[in-house]
C-alpha cells in the first residue's frame, strides 16, 4: 500500500474529525465558562487524573498559562487539585462533583446529536463503524 495515500486520507479524516468535532459540541458548553475552559474540562473528564504538564501539552498552551486557568476553573470550583501521594510536589487534577455534573450534561447533549447521526446507520454498519473506532485507537491514537 502506498503510505503517502494514506497519509493523505488521515489528514482527510482528522480534519473531517475537527469539522465534525466543532458541529456536534456546538453550544453544549455551560454559559458560564469559556470555549477554553470548555475543552480544558473535556480533556480532563476524559483523561483524569491529569497533571498540569499532561493539560498544558494537550492544549499547546505554556504552563504559567495553563496554570491560571486552572486556578480560575478552580476558583469556580469545577475541579480539584489534590497532591500525589508518591511525589508531594506534584498535583493531580480532577473533576469536582460539579465538573462532573457539567460534564454529564454536556455529555448527554453531544450522545443525543451523535445518536441522531447514527439514525440511518443499519446494525452491520454500525459494528462495522464500532470495529473501525477501535481499530483506529489501538493503533493510530494510542
Known amino acids: 500500500m502506498d503510505k503517502n495515500v494514506l ?7 482528522t480534519a473531517a474529525v475537527h469539522q465534525t468535532t466543532n ?38 498552551m505554556s504552563m504559567p498559562n495553563t496554570s491560571r486557568e486552572l486556578r480560575k476553573l478552580s476558583e469556580k470550583q469545577f475541579l480539584e487539585k489534590v497532591a500525589d501521594d508518591e511525589d508531594r510536589r506534584k ?3 480532577r473533576l469536582s462533583k460539579k465538573g462532573e455534573a457539567m460534564m454529564n450534561e454536556s455529555f448527554q447533549r453531544i450522545e ?4 441522531e447521526r447514527m439514525e440511518h446507520v443499519s446494525e452491520e454498519e454500525l459494528k462495522e463503524i464500532e470495529r473501525a473506532l477501535d481499530l483506529l485507537h489501538s493503533k493510530v491514537f494510542n
Request: proline fraction near 4%; glycine fraction near 0%; include cysteine.
Open 7 to 13: 497519509f493523505q486520507k488521515f489528514v482527510a479524516f
Open 23 to 60: 458541529e456536534i459540541t456546538k453550544n453544549v458548553k455551560s454559559e458560564t465558562i469559556t470555549p477554553l475552559h470548555y475543552k480544558i474540562l473535556e480533556y480532563i473528564a476524559v483523561s483524569q487524573p491529569v497533571t498540569l504538564s499532561e493539560i498544558s501539552e494537550c492544549m499547546h
Open 91 to 93: 498535583h493531580i487534577i
Open 112 to 115: 443525543s446529536r451523535f445518536i
